[in-house]
């Protein structure tokens, strides 16, 4: 049954003061002015007025708290998370779907329009999925002293565990592991040699990743191999090794538990049509329904012909270059993270793709004169982390590449990427906005830039 977290009432003192709510920004703020200054309010919906107290200010630009809701939006809706406002994860489960796309769009199409200084066009595709029970992959915080051990999610600009039983935006499979997995903690013999964990699912089953800082007495790895038996679950140990192993290649080794507990196949997806197997503690998006929807959409947005061939940079295990195989003459997919390259290479291999080669490489690190940074390619695919993609927009530059599709999981630094191509001969073509998270502040978008001919 859904338990309802309902907030309790927050006296209003002399310092706080009302203000009506007429906007919102990328994150789910609410933008609110009084007497001159622009206040901006988190968990405040548009069309609301609110008793708020203030937190900071700077010029006419303050931040404030909320204290109470004295008009509410009909956009509100009651959390569904027990944990709403403490773990620091999902805080817009306030808002409706609508709002929550609504507001993630505005802010997108508004910062866009100020840097690029152009009328950017409405998405051609601003899509949603189910709000909760999407997630397939989590890391849980493991803390402890003498007396318990806490499981959880770290606070908001804190280092403090919240713990929790149950994640309502995790894949229910994976939300009933959270409790075995705490009592096993409690029966281990030494749970500070515990980093963190990571629940992780594919279409053939679940996996516990249990990162070390040395490696586990024996006696606890069997408590381990024993829940991952019990749960059906297959179990890895990420072992950090204590410095000094001047023998060992690498520091870290993986360790798989109980290797028989899918028949000896590997963890996979196919949100694509096309088979991606990978590795707990590998990058997967979280949410296979939009990453579906988002490949079609690349796929889409760089229009494959036969005789393309294309770069995927920063390719990752080959989310996008193994479903563009099949369409093109050849994909580079190029990735700074040595086993997601090797992940990828097996994965062609297995699918007996032969066009798709995979190559490590740091985008941020001068590439320009190796031999896949001279090949011709006609058209780009960029799928960069958070900190963007600055260092290969000269290049493409130069090269005069006819076709850039870039996918942001940050506009902030997708903008800023994308300005320079704009100011040399490059148009803005069209964009679509993807709520790859829901009930949190974040997003994906893809964009397409065509060279002026």
């Not at 929807?293 to 390719?315: C, G, K, N, Q």
């Not at 870039?406 to 630094?413: G, I, K």
Request: proline share 4%; with cysteine; net charge neutral.
């Amino acid at each position: 049954m859904v338990k309802f977290y309902k907030p309790e009432a927050k006296k209003a003192s002399p310092k706080h003061f009302s203000v009506v709510i007429t906007d919102a920004d990328i994150k789910g703020k609410g933008l609110g002015k009084r007497e001159d200054v622009t206040w901006f309010v988190s968990g405040a919906l548009p069309g609301e007025e609110v008793v708020v107290r203030e937190l900071s200010r700077k010029g006419n630009v303050g931040e404030a708290e909320l204290i109470n809701v004295l008009k509410r939006s009909p956009e509100r809706q009651e959390p569904v998370c027990r944990y709403f406002g403490k773990c620091g994860g999902c805080s817009l489960q306030h808002m409706s779907e609508r709002e929550e796309l609504l507001c993630k769009v505005n802010g997108i199409k508004r910062l866009m329009n100020k840097v690029f200084r152009l009328e950017i066009p409405e998405p051609d595709r601003a899509e949603t999925g189910a709000r909760y029970g999407y997630r397939r992959s989590l890391r849980l915080s493991v803390q402890g002293d003498r007396r318990e051990i806490h499981l959880g999610f770290r606070q908001e600009k804190n280092s403090k565990i919240v713990e929790i039983t149950e994640c309502p935006v995790l894949k229910e499979e994976l939300s009933h592991l959270i409790q075995p997995l705490r009592e096993t903690l409690l029966k281990l013999s030494n749970y500070k040699l515990i980093g963190h964990l990571e629940l992780v699912s594919g279409n053939n089953g679940k996996a516990v990743l249990v990162r070390t800082i040395n490696v586990l007495p024996e006696c606890d790895e069997e408590l381990f191999r024993e829940f991952g038996n019990r749960e059906k679950t297959a179990v890895y140990l990420q072992i950090r090794h204590e410095k000094g192993r001047e023998d060992l290649v690498q520091r870290e080794e993986l360790k798989f538990l109980n290797p028989e507990i899918f028949g000896g196949e590997r963890l996979w997806y196919d949100d694509a049509g096309v088979k991606v197997s990978f590795t707990p503690g590998d990058f997967i998006q979280v949410n296979g329904e939009m990453n579906a929807r988002m490949v079609a959409a690349v796929t889409e947005y760089l229009d494959p012909a036969p005789d393309d061939e294309i770069w995927d940079l920063f390719s990752g295990g080959g989310n996008f270059a193994l479903a563009l195989a099949g369409k093109v003459k050849h994909v580079y997919g190029i990735e700074v993270v040595k086993n997601m390259v090797q992940e990828a290479g097996m994965n062609a291999e297995a699918l007996g793709i032969s066009n798709a080669e995979f190559i490590l490489q740091d985008l941020s690190d001068d590439f320009e004169k190796t031999v896949w940074a001279k090949s011709q390619v006609n058209k780009v695919l960029l799928d960069p982390g958070r900190q963007g993609a600055d260092k290969v927009m000269q290049h493409l530059i130069r090269k005069k590449v006819p076709r850039v599709v870039y996918v942001s999981c940050n506009p902030l630094t997708m903008i800023r990427d994308l300005k320079p191509l704009l100011e040399n001969g490059y148009v803005f073509e069209k964009w679509s906005a993807f709520n790859m998270f829901p009930n949190t502040e974040h997003v994906e978008t893809v964009v397409l830039l065509s060279r002026e001919k």
